[in-house]
């Protein structure tokens, strides 16, 4: 055989034998994960008449639109200045009515027990869709070693998956809201920055507040006391009417009943309306619980505290 014919042979047994090895399983890379950088993002919408209550677009049309970043840091509706339970100055986030029945987020540890890097965690209901919260109980999902990070991208898969699923007693407050969305103040724990999750295989963007660890299967709730422009029994009053505040300020008179330092402390707060007669009195928390009460427990909000003085 002449030397070309023998190359040609060559070659074509190395690729008939690459082939095979191919067709056989010899590369055993598995299912790829997807990539949070170039998945698709899911439309977040706080303020639509399903997902608002307090803040809904229909009623205050200045409020971001669909998939509009939040600027919580430009001051009212997003963020009160108030009083703690000893007069001290407060500042809070305001994220709207929330249930006490956290929602489930799903968190990947592998046989070690450690959280699996670089994969997200997966949740199944953003604002909007029923059963949301912006407080999370998180479920560790148990994946063997070969798991391929960010191959799992919502709760149907890991179902269909057959990994074993198991309720933790901690609860996160992680509100989900529309990429470049911005609330940059915290105490304590917490990055100001934003983080990503999967919903239903599309990426979702929520901030992580930490200022003191929530354990528990419901939220717990703590006191928070609070006037209105125009009291709630008036034509026009209520949240509608915007909290009561000093004359050329942003300081309200609400008070809440706890503080990230106290054990009883929780970001979801049980609202109490005070007579805004009785503004100018109240400024702590014994003056709260003594002025006129006009309804207790009427809202839960979710409101972390962020700053202090």
């Known amino acids: 055989m002449r030397m070309k014919e023998r190359f040609c042979a060559l070659v074509f047994l190395i690729t008939t034998f690459t082939t095979f090895l191919a067709s056989c399983g010899g590369s055993s890379a598995g299912p790829a994960g997807k990539d949070p950088t170039t998945a698709e993002l899911a439309s977040v919408d706080r303020f639509s008449d399903q ?7 229909s009623m205050s049309p200045s409020l971001p639109g669909p998939g509009q970043a939040i600027n919580f840091d430009q001051g009212a509706p997003f963020i009160t200045e108030g009083f703690g339970p000893a007069g001290q100055r407060v ?7 929330q249930p006490t029945a956290p929602a ?10 450690q959280p699996v890097a670089k994969q997200l965690n997966v949740v199944d209901v953003i604002p909007g869709d029923g059963q949301y919260n912006d407080f999370w109980q998180v479920h560790k999902v148990s ?3 070969s798991y391929v990070p960010n191959s799992v991208t ?6 269909a998956a057959g990994y074993t699923i198991d309720a933790t007693d901690t609860i996160v407050n992680c509100p989900v809201v529309p990429d470049g969305s911005v609330a940059a103040l915290r105490v304590g724990g917490g990055l100001p920055g934003l983080e990503s999750g999967w919903y239903r295989g599309k990426v979702v963007k929520y901030f992580n507040f930490q200022e003191r660890p929530l354990s528990g299967t419901t939220v717990p709730l703590s006191p928070i006391y609070v006037s209105f422009n125009i009291n709630p029994d008036q034509a026009g009053g209520g949240p509608g009417s915007g909290f009561k505040t000093e004359a050329g300020s942003q300081q309200t008179h609400n008070v809440v009943g706890t503080v990230p330092s ?6 979801l707060w049980s609202v109490d309306v005070y007579d805004n007669a009785a503004f100018s009195s109240v400024s702590n928390l014994a003056t ?3 002025a006129p009460s006009l309804g207790a427990g009427v809202a839960m909000v979710n409101c972390p505290i962020v700053s202090m003085q």
């Not at 997902?51 to 677009?57: D, F, I, T």
């Not at 919502?154 to 179902?159: H, K, L, N, P």
């Open 104 to 113: 489930p987020i799903y968190a990947f540890s592998g046989p070690n027990g």
């Open 262 to 267: 106290d054990v009883a402390y929780s970001p």
């Open 154 to 159: 919502s709760v149907a898969e890991i179902t």
């Open 51 to 57: 997902a608002g209550h307090l803040m809904v677009r």
């Open 91 to 97: 500042q809070y986030y305001n994220f709207d009515v």
């Open 288 to 290: 709260a619980m003594t």
């Open 143 to 145: 994946v063997p070693a």
